[in-house]
């Protein structure tokens, strides 16, 4: 059974500093990953999308990357701002085909 | 329509009533998924529809559960005699096909008193 972990759980980050956020799997035969935000009391936007034949995606100041042989994906934010602040998500479409969501990382960016 | 959108955004019931929730996908996306977040949890997946068939029902959480998607877009999910434990906001995604990146309506949020 596919199981999606991240850590940390909450993280706070003074403004301006480059990060980090970690998603880790237990099956690395997976179809694909993706990272969302969510904002309190909002919905979830999604961020990128990496497909299991890519090892990167960029999107502006975020960059994700993908190991899946070692089950691992994160997700770097550059520069960061305080409007960064949110809920950070990773999903993975297990070979089940079922999507299976971390419990996400609660970011805070320090004025 | 610019994206998702889900009805009612807030939904406060009775235990044992009947309650329905309907998602709006994006217009020609053939794929779309319903999730539950309960307060403290992860993203529970429910279920997911490409077209109108529903590939896997296992994620519902009992049988009191259950979701329809007629004509290739508009879905309910029902949820009969509702417990307690129901309460979470319940979300609706759409992807142009299973696989492709997912966009979420705002979700519904139930309580069951």
């Known amino acids: 059974k596919q199981e999606v972990t991240q850590i940390p759980a909450a993280l706070s980050v003074p403004e301006g500093e480059n990060l980090v956020l970690n998603c880790s799997f237990t099956?690395?035969?997976?179809?694909?990953l993706q990272w969302f935000r969510q904002d309190p009391g909002k919905g979830l936007t999604s961020l990128l999308l990496?497909?299991?034949?890519?090892r990167e995606q960029t999107s502006g100041r975020l960059n994700a990357s993908l190991d899946k042989s070692s089950g691992r994906s994160t997700l770097y934010i550059a520069a960061s701002q305080p409007g960064d602040s949110a809920t950070y998500l990773c999903?993975?479409?297990?070979?089940?085909?079922?999507?299976?969501f971390g419990k996400g990382t609660r970011l805070h960016i320090l004025p | 329509g610019a994206g998702v959108s889900q009805s009612p955004s807030n939904k406060v019931t009775e235990k044992g009533k009947d309650v329905e929730l309907r998602c709006d996908p994006i217009?020609?996306?053939?794929?779309l998924y319903w999730y539950r977040q309960s307060l403290g949890q992860g993203l529970e997946f429910l279920i997911y529809?490409?077209?109108?068939?529903?590939?896997?029902k296992s994620g519902l959480p009992s049988d009191r559960f259950s979701a329809e998607r007629t004509g290739g877009s508009v879905s309910t999910l029902t949820i009969q005699r509702t417990q307690q434990e129901d309460s979470a906001v319940y979300l609706c995604?759409?992807?142009?096909?299973?696989?492709?990146?997912?966009?979420f309506g705002p979700g519904t949020r139930l309580t069951v008193t």
């Open positions: 099956d690395s035969a997976i179809y694909n």
């Open positions: 990496i497909q299991s034949s890519q």
């Open positions: 995604a759409s992807s142009l096909a299973h696989g492709y990146e997912q966009y």
């Open positions: 217009s020609g996306h053939t794929a």
């Open positions: 999903a993975v479409r297990s070979r089940d085909d079922k999507i299976i």
């Open positions: 529809f490409q077209g109108n068939s529903a590939p896997d």
